[in-house]
Nanobody, 127 residues
Framework: VQLQASGGGLVQAGDSLRLACAAS????????LGWFRQAPGKEREFLAA????????YYSDSVRGRFAISSDNAKNTVYLQMNNLKPEDTANYYC?????????????????????WGQGTLVTVSS
């Protein structure tokens, strides 16, 4: 599975931005898609995940209520709508795909759950 993230850019605090991640290849094997981010000097952070078959989503506490994940299975694309952006949201944003099934949805918050990763798209939020 190959992943191509897009939609990053430079925005001001309070703005909104929508990221997209297009999957190609063996997309039928994908159980879930997730978004992570990594700021300079910090560890990779889980943001949100969506399970394609059931369209159930899971969020980290840090972005719940402000970010929203959605998917268009016909287009094999997952989106991350980010609202009320803050300077601390500045990071490289990565999408990832998991082909493994877990009954416990919190497992999709782990980096190790995902086998395939996109190249990242940079989001910079100015104050």
């Amino acid at each position: 599975v190959q992943l191509q993230a897009s939609g990053g850019g430079l925005v001001q605090a309070g703005d909104s931005l929508r990221l997209a991640c297009a999957a190609s290849g063996r997309t039928a094997a994908v159980d879930a898609l997730g978004w992570f981010r990594q700021a300079p000097g910090k560890e990779r952070e889980f943001l949100a995940a969506i399970r394609r078959r059931f369209e159930t989503s899971y969020y980290s506490d840090s972005v719940r209520g402000r970010f929203a994940i959605s998917s268009d299975n016909a287009k094999n694309t997952v989106y991350l709508q980010m609202n009320n952006l803050k300077p601390e949201d500045t990071a490289n944003y990565y999408c990832a795909a998991s082909t493994a099934y877990y009954s416990e949805i919190t497992y999709y918050g782990r980096s190790s759950t995902y086998r395939n990763w996109g190249q990242g798209t940079l989001v910079t939020v100015s104050s």
